[in-house]
């Protein structure tokens, strides 16, 4: 991880370049006993976190990049860690130090590729989350609150409202059979809410009715891996009842060239990575089905590593305050993801409840 120039926001910040400058020079230089904060962020999860095709800029007054930013990453949630992070820069007396130097930014889509390679036989979809306190510190990308995670790990409040939807090739006929050889009836990326919960309350709202009676049981009987149609015998394995795609980049693609029917997720992502795909003409469902909370996830661990559980602790105290009034980083990190986009209802009653009247 390269040592960072000085950076400043812009005029939506909180503090002026002078002092960013001022305070970074005062920053001590890290040694053996400084810890290392392992930020976990996506290439392939847009528009929340993904790899940007702009060359990283580094730490500067003109782009306002922090150190996420300056390795090339953006989205919602990049913004908002990524500006956490700058505002720890700032070294205060009565909190723990923290040196550019000492934040290292990690590609979870990599890390998870290569613990599918460590175990390529395993019956399991590998779930990123479980990297958390081993290969990183605090993961930055749209992973939902659930009550399993929640007694597992650290949570910050939730940071955006979203919901599980599906989209469909522009003027496509709803298929009258569930099992293909050489086409998947439903994709999605693996080891996701999509994948589990998503798809049964999409079946259970009256949709896909052609096919309920499939779909509902391979839920029931073994999920998504279930062998209610025969094995895949076409496109690398993407024929059949389900396809889980290691990414949304792969799951896009499918879908756009007609091997996939239904393309399942998060409506956010999944519709800005259809979009990505050249000549892709598709259509959404009537609405999401359902409602889910975005949040940052770490694995706080005070006895074995106190200075980084230090660390850990003051990235949540900062972010809480930057959320909680009207002047939150969540409009600022909305505006930057999405410009001038109305939010829907739901979304814009969400901003509301976390951060009062804007």
């Not at 149609?229 to 693609?253: M, R, T």
């Not at 393309?263 to 469902?285: K, M, N, Q, W």
Request: with cysteine; hydrophobic share 40%.
């Amino acid at each position: 991880m390269r040592h960072f120039a000085c950076a400043a926001l812009c005029a939506l910040a909180w503090f002026t370049a002078p002092l960013w400058a001022e305070e970074q020079q005062k920053s001590p230089g890290t040694d053996a006993e400084a810890p290392t904060l392992r930020i976990g962020v996506r290439s392939h999860a847009r528009p929340f976190s993904y790899k940007s095709t702009r060359a990283p800029q580094g730490l500067s007054i003109s782009t306002g990049a922090g150190p996420i930013r300056a390795e090339g990453y953006d989205g919602y949630l990049v913004y908002v860690c990524d500006e956490v992070l700058k505002q720890m820069l700032i070294n205060q007396s009565d909190a723990p130090p923290l040196d550019a130097s000492q934040i290292q930014v990690e590609d979870m889509d990599a890390l998870v590729a290569a613990e599918r390679a460590r175990y390529p036989d395993a019956q399991f979809e590998f779930d990123r989350l479980d990297l958390l306190g081993g290969k990183i510190d605090i993961l930055c990308d749209p992973a939902t609150i659930n009550a399993e995670r929640v007694k597992r790990f650290a949570v910050s409040p939730p940071l955006f409202i979203a919901g599980i939807g599906y989209l469909t090739l522009k003027d496509a006929v709803p298929p009258r059979s569930a099992c293909r050889a050489d086409h998947a009836l439903i994709g999605f990326v693996g080891a996701t809410n999509a994948a589990s919960s998503g798809i049964r309350t999409i079946v259970n709202a009256g949709e896909w009715r052609n096919v309920k009676d499939s779909v509902t049981a391979a839920l029931r009987d073994t999920g998504p891996g279930s062998g209610v149609c025969p094995p895949p015998a076409g496109i690398d394995g993407a024929g059949g009842l389900f396809y889980a795609g290691h990414d949304h980049d792969e799951v896009a693609k499918r879908f756009c060239r007609g091997e996939v029917t239904y393309y399942v997720g998060d409506l956010e992502i999944i519709t800005e990575h259809a979009r990505s795909v050249p000549g892709c003409e598709f259509t959404s469902g009537a609405r999401s089905f359902t409602t889910d909370r975005y949040a940052i996830f770490s694995k706080i661990d005070y006895n074995a590593d106190t200075p980084k559980a230090q660390l850990i602790s003051r990235f949540y105290e900062v972010l809480n305050r930057e959320i909680a009034t009207s002047a939150s980083l969540l409009d600022r990190a909305f505006i930057a993801t999405f410009g001038e986009t109305l939010k829907s209802q739901k979304l814009e009653l969400f901003f509301w409840a976390m951060r009062g009247p804007p």
